[in-house]
């Protein structure tokens, strides 16, 4: 009887299917022409999404995803654009993980037309991951901890130049604890001074968060899996004080988790939901008060901030945007979705 009540609860612990009637997102692919990997990802609006990914690639659309323009920089079809932040239809910054100088920033005023490169890293122990905005001014960039501690570079101009924010400000990164460049979405803001970062590898897989800019952070643990493949890989808050962490493992992505936590005191304290999603997930986003989760193994809604959550389809994605309820997707083979 101990053994059946203990799979009862493993079952229902899992998202599960639609229900009678339930109305659930639905994607509908949008004909990209490439075969890139896209887990950069910005959504605008319902017409205007960038994608950014595997071989230099970047692509534009401004009609809804019926049509994508290729409007990367120029010779660098070598780097992986793991990252974009756009701000509207012409204006965008766009962020090359690597180490050493692969790690870049380039930003455009015209839509792609030009590009001009506004950080390099020189630091061969630097690791660039992601990046994101408080603002169309205000920006910060994640690295991988350089000598113990994470790094991270500020802008004040939109990414058009960026400063080191100083090590001071950070406490002691754990032995092995990374970001993971899985979506983008290893950093995030909301509001005009809170920050987190998002981290795996170490002991436990932890959330730094800060409430000045960016400028000094503080470490919480949290529920979720921490192994050299495991640990927080997107972070997404709906206001400065609830938000959502969700990973896994991407070395067994099928493992049941749970793979997801809550908070709603800033990063603070983070608990597990009653239901989560089954599997390795490594991109989320808030839509209203719901919440879309997004990985290989498919993608999930929660209608209520995270508690409750649903499968919706079972293809492949990395990264998820929404600008308001207008919601895009991207992943592997050049596959980009709008949500009907």
């Not at 659930?24 to 990914?53: D, N």
């Not at 730094?208 to 927080?232: E, I, K, M, N, Y």
């Not at 793979?259 to 999603?277: F, I, K």
Request: net charge neutral; charged share 15%; aromatic share 10%.
């Amino acid at each position: 009887m101990r053994l059946v009540l203990l799979v009862l609860a493993l079952l229902v612990s899992v998202a599960a299917p639609a229900s009678a009637g339930e109305r659930l997102p639905k994607w509908e692919l949008t004909p990209t022409g490439v075969t890139a990997q896209f887990r950069g990802l910005s959504a605008v609006s319902a017409r205007v999404a960038w994608v950014s990914g595997t071989q230099g690639t970047v692509l534009r659309t401004t009609d809804g995803g019926a049509t994508w323009q290729s409007v990367g920089p120029p010779e660098t079809g070598t780097l992986q654009f793991r990252d974009i932040e756009a701000f509207d239809a012409d204006h965008a910054v766009v962020l090359s993980i690597g180490s050493g100088t692969d790690s870049r920033v380039y930003r455009t005023d015209d839509g792609g037309a030009h590009w001009r490169q506004t950080l390099q890293n020189t630091d061969a122990a630097a690791f660039y991951d992601c990046l994101a905005f408080f603002d169309p001014w205000r920006g910060l960039a994640m690295s991988d901890p350089v000598d113990g501690r994470f790094r991270v570079q500020a802008t004040f101009d939109g990414g058009r130049s960026w400063r080191q924010v100083p090590d001071s400000g950070f406490p002691p990164a754990l032995p092995g604890e990374a970001g993971f460049a899985a979506s983008g979405q290893c950093v995030t803001t909301a509001g005009p001074f809170d920050a987190w970062l998002a981290t795996g590898g170490g002991a436990t897989a932890r959330v730094l968060h800060s409430g000045d800019g960016g400028r000094h952070w503080t470490a919480s643990d949290t529920p979720l899996p921490s192994s050299p493949s495991a640990g927080v890989f997107a972070v997404a808050f709906r206001t400065p004080g609830q938000g959502i962490a969700i990973g896994g493992d991407y070395a067994n992505p099928a493992a049941p988790g749970p793979a997801v936590a809550l908070t709603r005191d800033r990063g603070r304290t983070w608990h597990t939901p009653a239901q989560y999603p089954a599997g390795y997930r490594s991109g989320l986003a808030w839509r209203g008060g719901g919440v879309l989760a997004v990985g290989p193994g498919g993608s999930d809604y929660s209608p209520d901030g995270g508690r409750h959550w649903t499968s919706f389809d079972t293809g492949s994605f990395d990264s998820v945007d929404c600008a308001g309820a207008n919601c895009w997707a991207s992943g592997a083979q050049g596959r980009v979705a709008r949500l009907r």
